[in-house]
């Protein structure tokens, strides 16, 4: 299964929209492997409610038996993190290749 690419933008904005897409992803990657990839490196906006879909989505797929790991989180994506207090989260998701 491919990874899910994160939008450029992942904000109160688009949550609403991005939110079915990534529940029918869950069901897709959750049968096929133990962990699914999203890909950050593309986000170049980000809001508290983006981040708590994006924590919602890994809710989602831990509650299936899946891991998430994120690959290439942006600098934005990384800095809305932090000033939420979520860093260190957003740095266990990710994998060693996007360190």
């Known amino acids: 299964m491919s990874a899910l690419q ?3 933008e992942l904000s109160v ?3 609403a929209g991005l939110r079915p ?3 029918a992803w869950v069901e897709q990657v959750a049968a096929s492997g133990p962990a699914a ?3 950050g490196s593309a986000v170049d906006q980000v809001d508290g409610a983006g981040v ?3 924590v919602a989505l890994q809710h989602s797929l831990a509650a299936r038996g ?3 790991r994120l690959r290439g989180a942006s600098r934005p994506l990384h800095d809305g993190c932090a000033s939420l207090g979520m860093a260190r989260w957003l740095d266990e998701l ?3 290749e996007a360190s």
């Open 52 to 54: 708590q879909l994006l």
């Open 21 to 23: 897409q990534w529940l």
């Open 94 to 96: 990710q994998t060693p």
């Open 37 to 39: 990839d999203a890909d």
């Open 6 to 8: 994160l939008p450029a």
């Open 66 to 68: 899946c891991a998430l």
């Open 13 to 15: 904005y688009t949550v």
